[in-house]
C-alpha cells in the first residue's frame, strides 16, 4: 500500500467509490478511505446506499409486490394458486445476496483499477497551506480497524462522507422496537401493526413493503401537505392510491413521545382533534438524514488559522466545482447542498474527478430526477406547476392517463398519469412528473429531452414504439397543444 496519492477520497457510498473508479481511470493514483462494517463486522464498499439503503430496499420492494400478486392478482390472468405463504427469512437472505453481490463487485472494481481501499476512520490532519512547495502537501491520518494509525499524504482530498438518519430525542432508538431505516430493512417477522413517523419516500417505500407483508400501517406526517416537494396534483393522486392500498396516512400530526413497554412500542401523539396514544408492535423513524460532516478534521487542523466553511445543517459549503473553501479539498454527495440521493452524488464525483485531472465536468442541478418506489412509482424532473406558478412563470399543462394506454391495460398497470409543464411562449418543456408503473424508468426520456432544450412539440413530433408504457409521455406532450389522440380533449 503507497502512501503518497494524487487524490484520497473519504467514503465509498456512490458518490465516494465513482469518483475513486474515474480518477483511477483518468491516471490518477487513487486511494479511498471508508469505515463501514457489515452486521458482522466486516468491511463493505458502497456505503449506506447499497448496504442499507437503496439496493436492499428495492430488493424488499419486489420481493412484497410479488408476493401481493401472488396473493390477490393472478386471478384475473387466469392464474390460481390454491396458496401463498412468507418465508421472510429467504426473503431477507435474497435481499443480503443481492447487497453482497454488488458490494463484492465494487471491490473486484477497485482491484482491476488499483485503486487502495484503506479500511478505517480517516481525519484530515494538515491540509498543506504552508507546505505548497511539497509534492503531496496535504495528510490524512486512518484509525485502521485494527487500531493502528497510518498517515497518508495526497494532492487532493474529496470528503463523500454520506448521511445517517436522523433521530428523534422523543423516540429514542432501541433497534428492535423503535428503529430507524436500517433495523426496518432486517425485521425477523411482519410486525401485526406499524407505526411510521414520516411519509416521506423513505416511510412510504417501508411502509408499503410491510403493508404488502401483512402489516397494518399508519404513518405520521407532521406536515398538512403530503410530499410537499412534489408537483402538488400528482401527490394528491398518489395520496389517493397509497390510501386505497392499506397505508393509513395522518397529515398535521405532531409526535410528542414513543416509548417501549412490555415490547410494544406506545406512541403518543396530537393532531387536530387533540392528543391521542397508539400502541404499535414496531415503530420507524424516517423523518430525513443528516450530512455525516463531523469529526473529519484532527484536532490540531483548525491550528493553521484555516477553517472549512459550513451552511446551514450541517452541510460544506461547496462552489459549483464542488470546491470547499480549503484549496484541494472537495465535498461531494449527501455532504453538500442539493437532494440528497446517490445518482447526485455520483455525478458530482465524475465532475471532481475530471477537475482534479485538469478537463472539463458540470452537473446539471436543475434537472436532478426524484424517484418514490411505491407501486405505482412516482417520478418527477425539473419545475413542479406550484414552482412556476409562484415565480410567475406562464406555462402550458399536458397530461395523460394511463388508464388510455393500450400496453397499461394489458399489464393491468393503469393507475397514474404522466403531466408535462412547458413554456407558454417557447413550449420548452420545464418538468415532468410521472405517476404510474416503471415511471423511474420513463423519467430518463424526460430527463434526456430536457438536456436537450425539447418543446413538447419536439417529443410530439417523435414516434414512439406501440404498445408501451412509453406513448404516455408522447400522449402527453400531444395534449399540451391540445392534439392528445386518445383522450377527449377540448382543443386549444
Given amino acids: 500500500m503507497k502512501n503518497n496519492y494524487d487524490v484520497v477520497i473519504i467514503g465509498a457510498g456512490p458518490a465516494g467509490y465513482v469518483a475513486a473508479i474515474r480518477c483511477a481511470q483518468l491516471g490518477l493514483k487513487t486511494a479511498c478511505i471508508d469505515k463501514w462494517l457489515d452486521k458482522n463486522n466486516n468491511p463493505r464498499l458502497g456505503g449506506t446506499c447499497l448496504n442499507v439503503g437503496c439496493i436492499p430496499s428495492k430488493a424488499l420492494l419486489e420481493s412484497s409486490e410479488i408476493y401481493q400478486q401472488s396473493e390477490s392478482s393472478l386471478t384475473q390472468h387466469g392464474i390460481i394458486v390454491d396458496s401463498v405463504s412468507l418465508n421472510l427469512k429467504q426473503m431477507m437472505d435474497r435481499k443480503d445476496n443481492v447487497v453482497n453481490t454488488l458490494t463484492f463487485g465494487i471491490e473486484s472494481l477497485f482491484k482491476s483499477n488499483k485503486i487502495d481501499w484503506i479500511q478505517g476512520k480517516a481525519s484530515i490532519e494538515s491540509n498543506g497551506l504552508d507546505k505548497k512547495d511539497e509534492q ?63 411519509s416521506g419516500v423513505i416511510g412510504l417505500e417501508l411502509g408499503s413493503v410491510w403493508k404488502r407483508l401483512g402489516s397494518e400501517v399508519k404513518i405520521f406526517e407532521a406536515q398538512d401537505t403530503f410530499l410537499a416537494f412534489a408537483d402538488e396534483f400528482i401527490a394528491k393522486e398518489s395520496l389517493k392510491l397509497y390510501s386505497n392500498q392499506g397505508l393509513n396516512i395522518k397529515l398535521n400530526t405532531r409526535l410528542l413521545k414513543a416509548e417501549t413497554k412490555k415490547k410494544s412500542v406506545h406512541v403518543t401523539y396530537k393532531d387536530t382533534e387533540g392528543d391521542h396514544t397508539e ?195 408522447h400522449e402527453a406532450s400531444l395534449a399540451v397543444s391540445g392534439n392528445a389522440l386518445h383522450i377527449t380533449q377540448r382543443k386549444k
Avoid at 480497524?145 to 432501541?174: C, F, M, Q, R, Y
Avoid at 397499461?408 to 411562449?425: C, F, H, P, Y
Fill in 136 to 198: 503531496f502537501s496535504k495528510v490524512v491520518m486512518v484509525q485502521l480497524h485494527n487500531n493502528e494509525t497510518k498517515s497518508i499524504k495526497t494532492n487532493n482530498i474529496i470528503i463523500a462522507t454520506g448521511s445517517s438518519p436522523v433521530n428523534l430525542p422523543i423516540a429514542p432508538l432501541d433497534d428492535e422496537y423503535i428503529v430507524d431505516s436500517t433495523g426496518a430493512l432486517s425485521f425477523d417477522k411482519v410486525p401485526p401493526k406499524l407505526g411510521i413517523i414520516g
Fill in 279 to 473: 400502541i404499535f408492535d414496531k415503530l420507524i423513524i424516517a423523518v430525513g438524514r443528516h450530512s455525516n460532516s463531523e469529526g473529519l478534521f484532527s484536532d490540531g487542523f483548525y491550528a493553521e488559522e484555516s477553517t472549512l466553511e459550513m451552511v446551514e445543517g450541517g452541510l460544506i459549503h461547496v462552489n459549483e466545482k464542488c470546491e470547499t473553501s480549503l484549496p484541494g479539498i472537495y465535498a461531494i454527495g449527501d455532504t453538500v447542498r442539493g437532494p440528497m440521493l446517490a445518482h447526485k452524488g455520483s455525478e458530482e464525483g465524475l465532475m471532481v474527478a475530471e477537475l482534479i485531472a485538469g478537463n472539463y465536468r458540470h452537473v446539471n442541478y436543475d434537472l436532478i430526477p426524484s424517484v418514490i418506489y411505491t407501486h405505482p412509482e412516482l417520478a418527477w424532473v425539473g419545475k413542479t406547476e406550484q414552482a412556476l406558478s409562484t415565480a410567475g412563470i406562464d406555462y402550458q399543462v399536458g397530461t395523460f392517463p394511463f388508464a388510455a394506454s393500450g400496453r397499461a391495460q394489458a399489464v393491468n398497470e393503469t393507475n397514474g398519469l404522466v403531466k408535462i409543464l412547458s413554456d407558454s411562449k417557447t413550449d420548452k418543456i420545464l418538468g415532468v412528473h410521472i405517476l404510474g408503473s416503471q415511471a423511474s424508468e420513463l423519467i430518463a426520456q424526460a430527463v434526456i429531452a430536457m438536456e436537450f432544450g425539447s418543446s413538447s412539440e419536439d417529443i410530439a413530433l417523435m414516434m414512439f414504439a406501440h404498445p408501451t408504457l412509453s406513448e404516455a409521455f
